[in-house]
């Protein structure tokens, strides 16, 4: 069955096996997380990046973000952890931010979309946190939409073209909705915000302030 209802607090341990094992063979899955509901594929996989591109009509020129479930998956994804990033995770992570790194050139190159950078979030939701641990990589966590369309926070306002392309949806029922993560990029001199969501600049920079006047930019990981 496509479809599968699935406990937004306590995720059953058979459903999340088998879409990490679906994510595991290189298939996409839909799966929620705070705000809107994602696409799930193995960020490690460039034929399963490729299919989360097609699904969405998504340019090939616009890199997809990923999801990670422990620190330790920055030393395979990102060239360095410049000292705001590390501000940003320790105060915001588990959350919706999504930090860009300068990405490390063994990945998939239509991951990043030959940009150099890859955006990085760590879930707070159960269901999104406990498939990315099950799957035992990297998932990608870009929004289940046409790509130009508003994300959705139900999976009845899925758009069909999506859903039928789909190998499992996990549908956790009603999301928060709104814009999704807060998008930061760490890899110019001053950390941009390139989309505010969930979290706002003002929070954001606020945590900032201290850490970007010590002035060390480059701390290696």
């Given at each position: 069955m496509k479809l599968s209802k699935i406990n937004p607090v306590n995720p059953q341990p058979d459903l999340?096996?088998?879409a990490a094992g679906i994510i595991k063979r290189g298939g996409v899955v839909l799966f929620p997380t705070?705000?809107?509901?994602?696409?799930?594929?193995?960020?490690?996989?460039?034929?399963?990046?490729?299919?989360?591109?097609?699904?969405?009509q998504r340019p090939?020129?616009?890199?997809?973000?990923?999801?990670?479930?422990?620190?330790?998956?920055?030393?395979?994804?990102?060239?360095?952890?410049?000292?705001?990033?590390?501000?940003?995770?320790?105060n915001f992570w588990p959350g919706s931010i999504t930090i860009v790194f300068e990405a490390k050139d063994t990945?998939?190159?239509?991951?990043t979309a030959g940009t150099g950078k890859i955006g990085?979030?760590?879930?707070?939701?159960?269901?999104?946190f406990a498939l990315v641990n099950e799957a035992g990589c990297p998932i990608t966590g870009t929004?289940?939409?046409?790509?130009?369309?508003?994300?959705?926070?139900?999976?009845?306002?899925?758009?069909?073209?999506?859903?039928?392309?789909?190998?499992?949806?996990?549908?956790?029922?009603?999301?928060?909705?709104g814009r999704g993560s807060t998008v930061v990029d760490v890899t110019t001199d001053l950390p941009e915000i390139l989309r505010e969501g969930a979290v706002s600049a003002k929070d954001i920079f606020a945590v900032l302030k201290a850490t970007l006047k010590q002035g060390n930019r480059h701390a290696f990981f």
């Open positions: 999340i096996s088998k705070k705000c809107l509901y994602g696409l799930g594929a193995d960020a490690f996989n460039a034929d399963a990046v490729n299919k989360v591109f097609r699904i969405k090939f020129n616009k890199p997809l973000s990923v999801l990670i479930n422990d620190l330790t998956y920055l030393e395979k994804l990102v060239r360095f952890v410049p000292p705001a990033a590390s501000s940003i995770i320790k990945l998939p190159v239509n991951l990085i979030r760590l879930p707070k939701h159960t269901v999104a929004s289940a939409n046409i790509s130009g369309n508003a994300g959705c926070s139900r999976v009845s306002d899925l758009d069909f073209l999506i859903a039928d392309k789909l190998d499992l949806m996990l549908d956790a029922g009603q999301l928060e909705g």
